[in-house]
C-alpha cells in the first residue's frame, strides 16, 4: 500500500511546474516563519530541497541573516545526521540521492535535541499529521526519540485524507502548506 502511494504521490508532484512550486513555496515559507516567531524559537533544523520538494532556500537564507542557529541533515549510512550551517555556499552534494548537505568539519556537528523545531519533508501528509516520506526511515529514525516541534512541510497537493502509519512512524505536531497550518 505505502509503495503504491510512494509511486503516485512522485508521480503527481512531478507534474508541479517550477513556477507554481517558487509561488507555493514562498507562501510557504511565510506560514512557517509566522509560526516559529509565534513560538519564539531560535534553533531551527531544515532539510535541504530537492528539485520537486517545497523549497526552503529563501527562509534557511532569512533565518541565518536574522541570526538564528539553523542546522541541516547529511545521511550517515541509515541516519541523519545534523550540522550547524551559516550559508547555502557550503554545501556538497555527496550521496546517492544527489541532496545537498553539509559539509563536514568538526566544529558543526549537533544532536538533533539541540534544535528547537524541525521541518520535514514528506511524499505525502494526512490530516492527522501523519508523514509518508521516501521509504527509507531517515526522518523516523531521526525523529523517534526527538522532543522538540516537529513540522511537516509540504504543498496542498500532498495532503490526503489518511494514511496508513506503522509504529515506527514519527507524527508531525505541525503541517503547514500553501494554504494551510494543522496542528
Not at 25 to 44: H, P, R, Y
Not at 104 to 116: E, G, L, M, T, V
Not at 130 to 135: A, D, H, I, M, V
Amino acid at each position: 500500500m505505502k509503495k503504491e502511494l510512494r509511486k503516485k504521490a512522485i508521480e503527481e508532484r512531478s507534474k508541479i511546474s517550477e513556477e507554481y512550486r517558487y509561488i507555493k513555496s514562498l507562501l510557504i515559507i511565510e506560514k512557517i516563519l509566522t509560526l516559529i516567531d509565534s513560538l519564539g524559537k531560535k534553533n531551527i533544523a531544515v532539510y535541504l530541497s530537492m528539485k520537486e520538494e517545497v523549497d526552503l532556500d529563501n527562509l534557511i537564507k532569512l533565518l541565518i541573516r536574522n541570526h538564528y542557529k539553523v542546522m541541516a541533515p547529511r545521511m550517515n549510512k541509515d541516519v541523519l545526521d545534523f550540522y550547524y550551517i551559516n550559508d547555502l555556499d557550503n554545501l556538497e552534494i555527496d550521496n546517492k540521492y544527489k541532496i545537498r548537505e553539509p559539509i563536514i568539519n568538526k566544529d558543526n556537528k549537533i544532536s538533533i535535541n539541540c534544535a528547537d523545531i524541525v521541518l520535514c519533508p514528506g511524499l505525502l501528509f494526512d490530516y492527522e499529521r501523519n508523514r509518508l516520506g521516501y521509504g527509507k526511515g531517515y526522518y523516523d529514525k531521526a525523529l523517534k526519540d526527538y522532543k522538540g516541534i516537529k513540522i511537516g512541510v509540504c504543498f496542498d497537493i500532498q495532503l490526503i485524507n489518511n494514511l496508513e502509519i506503522d509504529d515506527n512512524d514519527v507524527r508531525m505536531d505541525y503541517v503547514i502548506t500553501e494554504t494551510k497550518v494543522l496542528n
